[in-house]
């Protein structure tokens, strides 16, 4: 899997930061895309990635501020132009299919694709083959909600000592065992599968948090995430200011990552009061609290081992 951040400023855009956008590519998938958030100009961005439009087939909104959705009808009606045809599910708070039809019928948009709008509430659990998604609330003054997505695990590595220890050698027959419960074969009897493989890979977990205060209360939540994307529209010092306007800091983005043991931490939402010679300071200041922590830049790129 690999992440490319579409926009990383808080509230409204900068020369250097566009709003709220991350892709999700899931390269098992066939090349599906999972796109979080959609703030304006989102697909604008998209056109200095090698992203295509129509290989999105969800999209995930955490919570119905401008900076998040306002990209969304301009998105959905773009891609009718560039050979989308395939379903869009869209989930996100109550209000958001509203927002959507509106937007679409009063501009007399068309779609030549089916969308599905699924409203999601605290504790929604979203199933896909190789996926579940899990939906917690947060605390930004209006509905804002987390996604924690969990690959299902995949079975481990044939273990080809053992199977040449038998006397087997490499060759089709390999991909038969692994693909089968058992096979009953002519020179060697019945093997089982389980007898050959080593443990299952842990599918990874990625998870994504919309605008919200910190909360202790939120490290279940994140839990050893491979990846913890959080805002952190403040500094350290503005701890304060971060409560008020229901943000968080470098610090508390630090400190979530830390308590809930995740193995790599990527704040965003960056207010434009930040320049690019505090960057440096606002990478120290997590970074005492938790080492493995990157700050994302419009088009930074992550993937995900
Ligand atoms: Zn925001
Ligand atoms: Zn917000």
């Given at each position: 899997?690999?992440?490319?951040?579409?926009?990383?400023?808080?509230?409204?855009?900068?020369?250097?930061?566009?709003?709220?956008?991350?892709?999700?590519?899931?390269?098992?998938?066939?090349?599906?895309?999972?796109?979080?958030?959609?703030?304006?100009?989102?697909?604008?961005?998209?056109?200095?990635?090698?992203?295509?439009?129509?290989?999105?087939?969800?999209?995930?909104?955490?919570?119905?501020?401008?900076?998040?959705?306002?990209?969304?009808?301009?998105?959905?009606?773009?891609?009718?132009?560039?050979?989308?045809?395939?379903?869009?599910?869209?989930?996100?708070?109550?209000?958001?299919?509203?927002?959507?039809?509106?937007?679409?019928?009063?501009?007399?948009?068309?779609?030549?694709?089916?969308?599905?709008?699924?409203?999601?509430?605290?504790?929604?659990?979203?199933?896909?083959?190789?996926?579940?998604?899990?939906?917690?609330?947060?605390?930004?003054?209006?509905?804002?909600?987390?996604?924690?997505?969990?690959?299902?695990?995949?079975?481990?590595?044939?273990?080809?000592?053992?199977?040449?220890?038998?006397?087997?050698?490499?060759?089709?027959?390999?991909?038969?065992?692994?693909?089968?419960?058992?096979?009953?074969?002519?020179?060697?009897?019945?093997?089982?599968?389980?007898?050959f493989l080593g443990p299952d890979k842990p599918g990874k977990i990625i998870t994504i948090m919309g605008d919200t205060r910190y909360q202790e209360?939120?490290?279940?939540?994140?839990?050893?995430?491979?990846?913890?994307?959080?805002?952190?529209?403040?500094?350290?010092?503005?701890?304060?200011?971060?409560?008020?306007?229901?943000?968080?800091?470098?610090?508390?983005?630090?400190?979530?990552?830390?308590?809930?043991n995740v193995k790599q931490l990527i704040m965003t939402h960056i207010s434009s009061r930040y320049q690019l010679a505090d960057y440096e300071d606002?990478?120290?200041?997590?970074?005492?609290?938790?080492?493995?922590?990157?700050?994302?830049?419009?088009?930074?790129?992550?993937?995900?081992?």
């Amino acid at each position: 899997m690999e992440i490319t951040f579409l926009g990383t400023g808080a509230g409204l855009p900068s020369k250097s930061r566009n709003v709220s956008a991350i892709a999700l590519h899931l390269l098992q998938e066939e090349n599906q895309i999972w796109l979080f958030d959609c703030g304006e100009a989102t697909q604008h961005q998209i056109l200095h990635t090698s992203i295509k439009p129509r290989k999105i087939n969800k999209i995930f909104i955490t919570h119905l501020h401008g900076d998040h959705i306002f990209g969304l009808p301009g998105l959905l009606s773009s891609r009718s132009f560039q050979g989308g045809d395939d379903a869009v599910t869209i989930y996100g708070p109550q209000g958001l299919r509203d927002y959507i039809v509106t937007a679409l019928r009063i501009s007399k948009s068309h779609l030549n694709y089916p969308i599905t709008i699924k409203e999601i509430k605290d504790g929604t659990v979203i199933k896909e083959d190789n996926y579940t998604i899990y939906v917690k609330e947060l605390d930004h003054g209006i509905p804002s909600f987390g996604y924690r997505i969990v690959e299902k695990d995949s079975p481990g590595e044939l273990l080809v000592d053992k199977l040449q220890a038998k006397g087997i050698p490499a060759g089709p027959l390999y991909g038969k065992i692994k693909s089968n419960e058992y096979i009953n074969t002519k020179d060697y009897g019945i093997l089982y599968r389980k007898d050959f493989l080593g443990p299952d890979k842990p599918g990874k977990i990625i998870t994504i948090m919309g605008d919200t205060r910190y909360q202790e209360s939120f490290t279940s939540f994140v839990e050893r995430s491979d990846v913890l994307i959080y805002e952190a529209t403040f500094n350290a010092e503005q701890e304060d200011l971060a409560f008020q306007y229901f943000h968080s800091t470098t610090k508390q983005a630090a400190t979530l990552a830390k308590e809930g043991n995740v193995k790599q931490l990527i704040m965003t939402h960056i207010s434009s009061r930040y320049q690019l010679a505090d960057y440096e300071d606002l990478l120290k200041e997590a970074r005492e609290v938790f080492r493995d922590t990157e700050l994302a830049n419009d088009f930074y790129h992550h993937q995900i081992r």
